[in-house]
């Protein structure tokens, strides 16, 4: 059986991810999203709430699973018993870290490898950062995340007192 983890921090998730989500999942047997737990990130969504956006926009996907971590990816690996990562690959500007990375997690534990999916054309400039600043200043994020996301996005900037020029 083959099981895999796509890490990440989906603060939130974005059809960018959603869309490396449902092909992976066609390819692997398990995927194992990995949410990571890094507060020193000051993300703005917590770990729980990024995990509960996740599973509300994967239910239809019956191999993949939400688990949040923290530390390092392969602890996690080892602790999933999951010698596979999956990770986007959107240009040339994500291109230096992720292998720096994959390498670095080569280095470390010798079973674990990395596999990359290209973006699809349609999601290529996509990044959870450019949402967060569209939603930062009220702006229409319906065409990059899914509907559950843009309501959590609409109340979380409600409570930072931005309100939504759209609706
Ligand atoms: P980001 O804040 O850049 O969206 P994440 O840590 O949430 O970053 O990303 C997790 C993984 O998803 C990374 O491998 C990243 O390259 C990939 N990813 C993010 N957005 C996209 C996208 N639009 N298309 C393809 N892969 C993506």
């Known amino acids: 059986m083959l099981r895999a983890i796509y890490p990440g921090s989906f603060d939130p998730v974005t059809y960018g ?14 995927l194992v999203v990995g949410v990571l737990n890094n ?24 191999n993949v699973k939400i688990v949040p971590f923290h530390g390092l990816l ?3 690996a080892r602790e999933m018993d999951a010698y596979v990562v999956i990770r986007g690959l959107r240009a040339i500007t994500d291109f230096e870290y992720e292998l720096q990375m994959s390498q670095t997690n080569h280095k470390l534990e010798p079973d674990l490898e990395t596999m990359f999916l290209t973006t699809s054309i349609e999601y290529s ?9 569209i939603a930062t200043y009220g702006g229409d994020v319906s065409q990059f995340v899914p509907e ?3 309501i959590a996005l ?5 409570t930072k007192g931005v309100y939504n ?3």
């Open 125 to 133: 400039y996509l990044s959870s950062t450019t949402v967060r600043e």
């Open 17 to 30: 991810h959603l869309d490396i989500i449902r092909r992976s999942c066609k390819i692997v047997d398990e």
């Open 154 to 158: 609409k109340e979380k900037m409600k």
């Open 148 to 150: 559950e996301v843009r």
């Open 74 to 76: 392969i602890d996690f």
């Open 165 to 167: 020029k759209y609706e």
């Open 39 to 62: 507060n020193a990130k000051m993300p703005l969504f917590s770990v729980e709430e990024r995990v509960k956006m996740l599973q509300e926009v994967t239910k239809d996907l019956k």
